[in-house]
């Protein structure tokens, strides 16, 4: 089978899979609580992750090198080491998370996506840059916060 013919497959895959609807159901309970409800989407969960999962280290890799190319700290070392450093080092750390991702997915395909066990962001088919963990911001842009269901949160 030609490389062609595999990458074909694999987008089909990514839209099969994105179409069928891989993400959960995010409710409001009777007690006011957010909390995931199991759907038959629910079933695409694992293979979603799984799909996903290989292209993880390359995503990282250029998320490193775009963030080295928004750091503005003058001085040519910074310029011209720190995009190879941070490409690799995302590599290598995005390389570890898609294993875990694989992991996570065979659980999830196994259990039917019932527990969710592999992370959100994971079930979501993408080919966007990814920034690399250990660079990864924690605070929102806006300062605006919301749960799953789409509350603000206070």
């Not at 099969?16 to 989407?41: D, F, I, K, M």
């Not at 911001?137 to 749960?147: H, K």
Request: hydrophobic share 50%; glycine share 12%.
């Amino acid at each position: 089978m030609g490389l062609a013919m595999r990458f074909g497959y694999v987008v089909l895959a990514m839209v099969v899979l994105r179409a069928s609807g891989a993400l959960a159901a995010w409710v409001v309970n009777e007690r006011g609580e957010c909390v995931r409800e199991w759907t038959p989407a629910s079933l695409a969960r694992g293979p979603a992750v799984i799909v996903n999962a290989p292209l993880l280290p390359v995503r990282t890799a250029v998320g490193g090198v775009q963030v080295a190319r928004e750091d503005k700290t003058p001085g040519m070392k910074g310029k011209v080491l720190l995009p190879p450093m941070l490409a690799i080092a995302g590599g290598g750390m995005g390389l570890a998370e898609s294993l875990i991702w694989v992991g996570t997915g065979l659980v999830d395909t196994l259990t039917g996506g019932y527990f969710a066990v592999a992370p959100e962001e994971a079930t979501e088919l993408s080919v966007e840059p990814v920034r690399p963990a250990f660079l990864a911001s924690t605070a929102s842009p806006t300062g605006a916060t919301a749960d799953r269901c789409g509350r603000a949160n206070h």
